[in-house]
């Protein structure tokens, strides 16, 4: 059957009898839907019989919240679905009131299919009750023109559906503030007004859980809290971060998605209270595990300042079952992207001015990145390396084409005994003097390029079809246009810093200096189509390169292929 880019999956099966046959209804809804799957929760409902069936309230137990938990956490091994539980319907007790007729809910991505778990008395696509399907889901949402409708029963389980639900209780997933026990079928009090906040970096199912049970629990305004700035510096990989900007547009599509009625007040969070420290009409927080202690900071500065605490939720982190080793075992933005590196990010350039047979890439990134051993990696794939610091050292040299305008830019005293450019005296003249080091570069990188294009055309002769350009300075000499693509080395500053001060011996301070002199990590990234990282063991770091390098196997020009 084709895939559809964007389904609605109608569950009607009660909760505890639907959640170990959860995992196989997932997996067939995945062979159907390639992109966005809706789920909308109506358990007991029957779509056979003569009158349309009517959307009506579920009641938001801590059974449902465990529910929605559950379906996340089983849908993350689909990594290619977008899931949204609806929750339009659900309902909290202080809100547990017959649903008025209401128009259609919009959808941003409206479903071209609606599927199932409904069972038949035969088990067959019965066409009838395709018919009441359909019926139910344009009436509820806005829907694709000829939406397809499909039964996912039988396939996706084996024997009867018990008439009964199985008095088996889902794990329980959510910790709310009272420390009174909780059950499986009590009662969610629902707020006027909550909070929830986080990093939101490509918007993953662990996510959703924290926001979905925060939509359920506000009734009238949930404000979401989006960490930027200060906030993001401790993060992992932060020059992978999605932007601001766009996290906040996929953030507020889930969000207006989910729970339509909601007023959503999403702002950006520059310091760990937000706005959870300091408005006095929040009633609730939703936090995670690790961000617990957190909230209770948060409560402890609102009694200080006279406040009343917040009602505290708990949520549980998601377990990754895919982890690799050096990966979170929870889902996590900063597994995704640790996932990122060595995957191609933006298309390459075209370069027809070099040479055919040759394909380049520019390896750059801050001082004390680990660079150079990432090209020495790549040698060993079979790139041919050209090193820019070698080629600036032979322009330097006596006779070399950078020597004479050098000297008499600076004059004779740059000079060793033997008449060898001293370019620790050199960089002093410079480091520090825009002036000077504009004039030092204007001499140096037109030469360099113009030695780099005389290797290139050696490792044409030497058969190569992939070449790598080690250059530190590779953007701001303004080098692309030599390159097919960029490849970035991050590290986090703090570790550069480290790696300076142990290689060459300088202070903190002289190390700091020398990256403030750089363009960032950040500024880096922003203009390269592979990003790498030296952060981790040796191991893991050749696992990034040789995933790199088969990567780019597989989208070299025929023209560049071969064995190098």
């Known amino acids: 059957m084709a895939a559809f880019r964007s389904g609605l999956l109608v569950l009607t099966t ?37 009158a349309q069936p009517q959307s009506t309230p579920v009641q938001a137990t801590f059974e449902v919240l465990d529910f929605i938990t559950h379906l996340y956490a089983g849908a993350d091994v689909h990594r290619h679905l977008d899931v949204r539980i609806l929750l339009t319907n659900i309902r909290t007790k202080s809100t547990f009131l017959p649903l008025l007729p209401t128009s259609v809910q919009n959808l941003s991505h409206p479903p071209e299919v609606v599927l199932t ?29 000829r939406l397809a409708s499909v039964l996912l029963y039988p396939d996706y389980g084996t024997g009867e559906v018990p008439v009964e639900p199985l008095d088996v209780p889902l794990p329980s997933t959510i910790r709310p503030a009272s420390p009174v026990a909780r059950s499986p079928k009590q009662p969610v009090r629902g707020y006027y007004r909550g909070a929830v906040g986080g990093t939101f970096d490509r918007l993953h199912n662990a996510h ?32 992978l971060l999605q932007p601001y900007t766009e996290r906040v547009e996929h953030l507020s599509e889930f969000l207006v998605d989910v729970k339509p009625s909601l007023t959503f007040d999403v702002i950006p969070l520059l310091d760990p209270y937000g706005p959870a420290g300091s408005d006095p009409s929040l009633e609730f927080l939703v936090v995670s595990e690790e961000t617990y202690r957190g909230g209770m900071a948060v409560n402890r500065f609102r009694l200080e300042n006279d406040l009343e605490e917040l009602a505290l939720y708990q949520i549980q982190l998601l377990k990754d079952v895919g982890h690799m080793e050096n990966e979170e075992d929870k889902v996590s933005s900063s597994s995704f992207r640790q996932r990122m590196l060595g995957n191609l990010l933006q298309p ?79 960089g002093s003249r410079v480091f520090g003097n825009k ?17 780099a294009r005389e290797e290139m055309d050696r490792a044409v002769t030497e058969g190569k079809h992939v070449c790598v350009i080690d250059a530190a300075m590779l ?48 500024q880096l990234v922003e203009q390269s189509h592979v990003v790498l990282s030296t952060l981790w063991e040796p191991h893991i770091t050749q696992r990034q390169v040789e995933k790199a390098w088969a990567l780019l196997q597989k989208r070299l020009p025929k023209t560049h292929q071969g064995l190098n």
């Open 14 to 50: 009660p909760l505890a009898s639907l959640a170990p046959r959860l995992a196989p209804i997932l997996t067939s809804a995945a062979g159907l839907v390639n992109d966005t799957l809706y789920v909308h929760l109506q358990p007991g409902m029957s779509l056979e019989g003569p």
């Open 475 to 522: 953007l701001e000499a303004g080098w692309q246009n030599l390159v097919h693509e960029v490849w970035t080395v991050v590290i986090p500053e703090t570790e550069a810093v480290r790696r300076i001060v142990e290689r060459d011996g300088l202070s903190d301070a002289a190390a700091q200096s020398r990256l403030q002199s750089q363009m960032s990590g950040q």
């Open 117 to 145: 778990d409904f069972q038949t008395l035969d088990g067959s696509q019965y066409n009838p009750v395709k018919e009441q399907l359909v019926r139910y889901a344009t009436s509820c949402y806005s829907c694709c023109p």
């Open 208 to 239: 959703k859980v924290l926001l979905s049970v925060a939509c359920v629990l506000a009734q009238e305004q949930l404000v979401v809290g989006v960490a930027d700035k200060d906030l993001l510096k401790s993060k992992l990989l932060p020059e």
């Open 348 to 426: 390459p350039y075209e370069r027809p001015d070099l040479p055919r047979s040759l394909y380049v890439i520019g390896l750059t990134g801050i001082s004390g990145s680990g660079k150079s051993s990432i090209a020495q990696r790549l040698k060993g794939l079979g790139a041919f390396i050209i090193d820019s610091d070698h080629l600036g050292h032979r322009a330097y040299a006596p006779g070399g084409p950078a020597y004479q305008p050098v000297v008499e830019a600076f004059g004779t005293d740059i000079l060793h005994k033997d008449g060898t450019i001293n370019r620790k005296v050199l």
């Open 435 to 451: 002036k000077q080091l504009k004039i030092l570069t204007d001499i140096m990188w037109p030469i360099i390029a113009k030695l």
